[in-house]
């Protein structure tokens, strides 16, 4: 049986709520760092993201802002998620940090690479969405709006548009950390998950209705990678039960060594 790496006595609550107290602080601390570097380039970034709207506008159209303390505000919330979204790195860190000292030397192995890969797919999930996913998606929108109808967005529309978006697709990218997981802790094995797999596919249709706007375009965009990556994470998962089946195989064939024939009786009374 493995033992703790770190230390075999258990810690108070106390102690706990104010490690936990501490990484909090440290995950906020990092957030308002960033956004107070990127404050400053606030409307550069609202330029940047609107972007794959503003190319397909009708030519001499623009966004536009309904509310009179928008043009200050939007461009101010979405710096402020842009900062958010920058400090996932620092915020998983603090809770790897915070739960690491409970986990054994095997578990560690495991849960590192899946940080790592948490953060790639999280980050990949957003660029998804922003390169392949927003030129399409506008592009059609554009294509099909009805004659005599000015296609002319309100900023914080769009905003509250493509973060859902950004979101949606950030955690649906998760898909195969999860699966990997449900695998590896035995909480569902992977036949039975192969054969679930119709239900996982009406699923991802599913979410891809409830996390994105009220367009089949949209949600089909998100439900095929989230069924694309749930057979990544099939495929990974299988593999790591199918080395610890081996392991286990290995560990009950192991021969145990016979006291020799040439021993000694044991002294009678």
């Known amino acids: 049986m493995n033992a703790r790496p770190d230390s075999d006595q258990e810690m108070p609550l106390v102690a706990h709520l104010t490690e936990l107290r501490t990484r909090l602080l440290r995950c906020v601390v990092a957030v308002l760092l960033i956004f107070a570097g990127l404050f400053y380039f606030a409307q550069d970034i609202y330029t940047l993201v609107s972007a794959p709207l503003r190319a397909y506008l009708p030519e001499g159209a623009t966004m536009i802002a309904t509310g009179v303390a928008s043009p200050f505000l939007t461009p101010f919330k979405l710096t402020a998620w842009v900062a958010l979204f920058l400090s996932v790195p ?60 000015a296609m002319m967005t309100d900023i914080n529309e769009y905003l509250d548009f493509i973060l859902t978006l950004f979101f949606a697709f950030g955690v649906a990218f998760e898909i195969p950390v999860a699966t990997f997981l449900i695998i590896w802790i035995g909480l569902v094995d992977v ?79």
Not at 123 to 137: D, E, K, N, Q, R
């Open 90 to 149: 620092v915020i998983l860190y603090q809770v790897w940090g915070f739960i690491a000292p409970g986990l054994y030397k095997h578990e560690k192995r495991i849960a590192l690479p899946l940080l790592a890969s948490s953060i790639f797919l999280f980050y990949a999930g957003m660029a998804f969405v922003y390169f392949l996913v927003f030129p399409l998606m506008f592009h059609f929108f554009a294509s099909v709006t009805p004659e005599g109808v």
């Open 191 to 269: 036949e039975t998950l192969k054969k679930a797999r119709p239900y996982v596919v009406v699923g991802c249709f599913v979410v891809g209705m409830v996390l994105t706007p009220p367009d089949i375009f949209s949600q089909t965009l998100l439900a095929v990678p989230m069924w694309l990556l749930f057979e990544i994470g099939l495929l990974f998962g299988a593999m790591v039960r199918r080395d610890a089946s081996k392991e286990e195989t290995s560990d009950s064939t192991a021969i145990v060594p016979r006291e020799s024939d040439d021993q000694p009786p044991a002294p009678q009374a």
